[in-house]
């Protein structure tokens, strides 16, 4: 099985929906051609591309058969990623992680946000990574040091931003919770826990 495609069409923006539904277009084709038997989407309206693709070149009801090649090793899984930490992304992970998290402690657990359909997973994925540069005193591109006063100040400057579109009383409540997690010694097993404490 394949991993979900985000995208979800985008209203009132056709060079904007063409584009996302050629990045799912790509991503069917990646999983077919990859030995995959299905898939999944974020949003109904991808389905008959997502078929499209798989009853193209699957024509069977699976690829048991077909062989597989993996050219990755024991010491593939253990590096360190490479590549550059840079501004903008830990604003975004910031931006994200408050705006996800915000609509789940509304009842919301699945969030459009920038036209990709948000989960759990990727509040998890914003606030480790967050976690991780602080804790490492990871260095951006341009020179700086992601500390916690830095991560303060996106936190505040996304939460202005927010203001008047998100409930305050959540959005307040997901600040909160974002800058405490992503200041621990020790990086909370789930964002989720913490957080069931903030629910009525």
Known sequence: MGGMAA???VKNDPEANKAALERVRED??????????????AHPGLIPLAEFIFD????????LDRPLSCTSGE????CVPAGPITGPGLSLNVDV???YLAAWLGGNGCVPIYNLMEDMATAEI????????LRHGARMDDG??????????????HV???????????????AQLFEEIVNTDSCPDFLSMPAYEHID
């Not at 193209?56 to 690829?63: C, D, F, V």
């Not at 010491?75 to 253990?78: A, E, I, K, M, P």
């Not at 914003?126 to 540069?133: D, G, K, L």
């Not at 008047?164 to 307040?172: E, N, T, Y």
């Open 7 to 9: 995208q979800i069409p």
């Open 28 to 41: 069917k084709l990646r999983e077919v051609w990859a030995g995959h038997d299905g898939t999944w989407v």
């Open 56 to 63: 193209t070149y699957m024509p069977g009801p699976n690829q």
């Open 75 to 78: 010491s593939d899984l253990l």
């Open 97 to 99: 992680g408050l705006q």
């Open 126 to 133: 914003c606030r480790a990574q967050v976690w991780q540069w």
């Open 144 to 157: 700086r040091v992601v500390t916690s006063a830095v991560v303060g100040g996106l936190v505040r400057q």
């Open 160 to 174: 202005a931003k927010l203001s008047g579109r998100v409930p305050h009383a959540q959005l307040s409540t997901a």
